[in-house]
């Protein structure tokens, strides 16, 4: 036991690479929350774009576009996205930033399906009552159907967020120091496999944990405020 | 007020219309009363165009609704409407059910749009549910709830889809007491309903519709005591 203990000091602390692991959890934290964002704005506008194409001609379109984006991005592996971004479109920005957006589209893409069937699920009279007291689509939509849309979509987007985390360990294909490539810069240096790896997966763990905590908090809460 | 020229609707090869034509007078409760398919829901849904007609004109205050050209939203404002599943917002307290399109789409500001409610649901007899939720209340509390939303617009003409029918049965006398006080005061009405006792005490002209046409259309006495075509007294037999 005390030969482990003295095994973790060397690895992590005589070395100073602790740091380098803190840099890197900081790194993922910052593309996952990030990502997330942008996936949240792309997602909605997305969302609402095609709930208003199906009659309003002039959006066909964009509706279309919609489309061959999400059929697009789904269809591409997030590295060979991340790669693509970080090689050929934005070949001078950081790879972090790199990370954020090419995170961040992807997820729009998933996003939007999961806003799309939030809003599917809010009952027809509530637009309908809505438009009947004179308001226009889109009135009724921020007022009456949206908010309503949320408490379907909340856990759902808590969901996509811990995907989200996960996904961003391959962000060291593109030069980014996350946890993932924190750990195998350590294991790399220190010769010891066993111990970065193990606190690396742990940490991982730990936070999806929390997350899903919280989000079973949060749709506990929800559905409270349902009986009301 | 309104006026309906051969109106036509048609739902996947199916239609639901025929060409309906009935002119709606300042001060009518106008009840239309039907075998259900028979096409009155559709009607009325196309009266204030949730339900877009495939043919024909409503002629609203002398502007074709039909016309691109319109403003169609400030039209709907004219038109309050009451649902058979109410469709109260159920993440509003009843007082901001009730304040809420005001506020947004005439601007008025909230201590009076407040003001206003809290009179209308006085006259209700719910003032004590102000700050109450939609699904802390019974069926029949909702639907009067739902009546004054629409009146705190202001409406010239009320639209009812039956308002009844998903209601337990002691709770339907509640809302048509309503209904039968709001025709008093004469607010111009047009009530889908199988209410045939409201139909015949509260209404002054009655349709009939069956397969997508007005069948018989008269004062309720008409209607109700001397039914000419076979399909009413059929109809009739059956209800009454």
């Known amino acids: ?228 | 007020m309104i006026s309906v020229k051969n109106l036509k609707k048609v739902f996947g090869g199916n239609e639901a219309l025929k060409g309906v034509s009935v002119e709606i007078n300042k001060g009518d409760v106008m009840c239309v009363i039907g075998p259900s398919g028979s096409g009155k829901s559709t009607f009325l849904r196309c009266l204030n165009l949730l339900e877009r007609p495939d043919g024909g004109q409503v002629i609203f205050e002398g502007d074709d609704l039909m016309d691109k050209h319109i403003n169609l939203n400030q039209h709907r404002q004219k038109m309050g409407m009451v649902f058979q599943q109410f469709n109260l917002f159920p993440h509003m307290t009843v007082l901001e059910n009730l304040t809420c399109a005001p506020m947004m789409l005439k601007k008025i500001d909230k201590a009076a749009a407040e003001k206003t409610a809290m009179d209308y649901l006085q006259r209700v007899g719910l003032a004590d549910r102000a700050a109450s939720y939609p699904n802390q209340l019974s069926g029949g509390q909702k639907q009067r709830i739902a009546i004054v939303r629409a009146l705190c617009m202001e409406p010239e003409v009320m639209l009812f889809d039956e308002p009844t029918s998903a209601l337990d049965p002691e709770m339907v006398g509640e809302v048509l007491d309503v209904m039968k006080k709001l025709a008093e005061q004469g607010m111009t009405m047009v009530v889908v309903t199988h209410e045939m006792g409201f139909a015949r005490e509260v209404g002054n002209r009655v349709l009939f519709m069956d397969n997508g046409l007005i069948v018989e259309e008269g004062t309720p006495e008409q209607i109700f005591e001397h039914p000419k075509s076979e399909r009413l007294q059929s109809f009739l037999s059956k209800v009454l």
């Not at chain 1, 602390?13 to 959890?25: A, D, F, H, S």
């Not at chain 1, 001609?57 to 509706?63: E, G, N, R, T, V």
């Open chain 1, 1 to 228: 036991m005390s030969a482990w203990f003295a095994k973790l000091h060397e690895t992590f602390i005589e070395t100073g690479y602790y740091r380098l692991l803190l840099q890197g959890l900081g790194n993922t934290l910052i593309m996952t929350l990030g990502a997330l964002c942008i996936g949240v704005v792309i997602g909605t506008l997305i969302a609402v774009i095609k709930y208003f194409a199906e009659d309003v001609p002039a959006l066909k379109p964009l509706d279309m576009l919609c489309d061959l984006y999400v059929t697009t991005i789904r269809g591409i592996p997030v590295v060979v996205l991340l790669m693509i971004f970080f090689y050929v479109i934005m070949t001078s920005a950081e790879g972090i930033t790199v990370g954020i957006i090419a995170f961040g589209i992807n997820s729009g893409a998933y996003m939007a399906e999961l806003i799309r069937s939030g809003i599917g699920a809010v009952d027809k009279g509530q637009m309908e009552a809505g438009r009947s007291l004179g308001m226009s689509k889109v009135q009724a939509m921020r007022k009456i159907v949206f908010p309503q849309a949320v408490r379907y979509i909340l856990p759902a987007i808590g969901n996509e967020m811990i995907a989200l985390l996960k996904e961003t360990s391959v962000a060291g294909y593109v030069a980014v120091v996350d946890l993932t490539r924190a750990g195998n810069l350590v294991r790399n240096n220190t010769y010891d496999a066993f111990n970065p790896l193990m606190a690396v997966a742990l940490t991982y763990l730990l936070l999806v944990v929390l997350m899903s905590r919280a989000l079973k908090k949060l749709e506990r809460r929800l559905a409270k405020s349902d009986k009301r």
